[in-house]
T-cell receptor, first 113, second 113 residues
């Protein structure tokens, strides 16, 4: 079945710097890749997603890139702010897994003021 | 105000007791999901439902049961057969299964007395 790895598990950056989180997946048939942000004690919130027919997608300070050949996708946050501090999860879904999501283990991002 | 609600926010279970977690959505979504989240781990799928009166087991269904009698509601029962129920439980919904965005509720934290 699908397996999603996520690195790093923790990441600390200075306010204003960029943060990059990378995920790799195993099933080449996966075709949808969302990113979620989870604040302490709350449910995950979708922040950006990308489908397999697109290589990059941007939304203000957030971008996601997808490399289908290498089977990895990355979240890029520019000009980080303290409110970006949270746990970020990537996920992959595709027909070989019944179109259900397989989540990575998460990255705890700390933005230091 | 559209969204997904979960109740209660905290739930305590005594040994041998069944407890039921509530999940309601007013997004008119067909598909609904239950996930379990343990510290330092990603989300794991317990059960999902694509349509009323139909549901399927996820990766960790043992010790859990669900029902889907109404489109808006997808309650999860944690039975006494679940020997390690302490976790954060998240409900989600999407317009359909497949590569569609899942929206999450605020979660229920279950603790064992």
């Amino acid at each position: 079945g699908e397996n999603v790895e996520q690195h790093p598990s923790t990441l600390s950056v200075q306010e204003g710097d960029s943060a990059v989180i990378k995920c790799t997946y195993s099933d080449s048939a996966s075709n949808y890749f969302p990113w979620y942000k989870q604040e302490l004690g709350k449910g995950p919130q979708l922040i950006i997603d990308i489908r397999s027919n697109v290589g990059e997608k941007k939304d203000q300070r957030i971008a996601v890139t997808l490399n289908k050949t290498a089977k990895h996708f990355s979240l890029h946050i520019t000009e980080t702010q303290p409110e970006d501090s949270a746990v970020y999860f990537c996920a992959a879904s595709g027909v070989n897994y019944g179109q259900n999501f397989v989540f990575g283990p998460g990255t705890r991002l700390s933005v230091l003021p | 105000d559209g969204g997904i609600t979960q109740s209660p926010k905290y739930l305590f279970r005594k040994e041998g007791q069944n407890v039921t977690l509530s999940c309601e959505q007013n997004l008119n979504h067909d598909a609904m999901y239950w996930y379990r989240q343990d510290p330092g781990q990603g989300l794991r799928l317990i059960y999902y439902s694509q349509i009323v009166n139909d549901f399927q087991k996820g990766d960790i269904a043992e010790g859990y049961s669900v029902s889907r009698e109404k489109k808006e509601s997808f309650p999860l029962t944690v039975t006494s057969a679940q020997k390690n129920p302490t976790a954060f439980y998240l409900c989600a919904s999407s317009t359909d299964r497949g590569s569609e965005t899942q929206y999450f509720g605020p979660g229920t934290r279950l603790l064992v007395l």
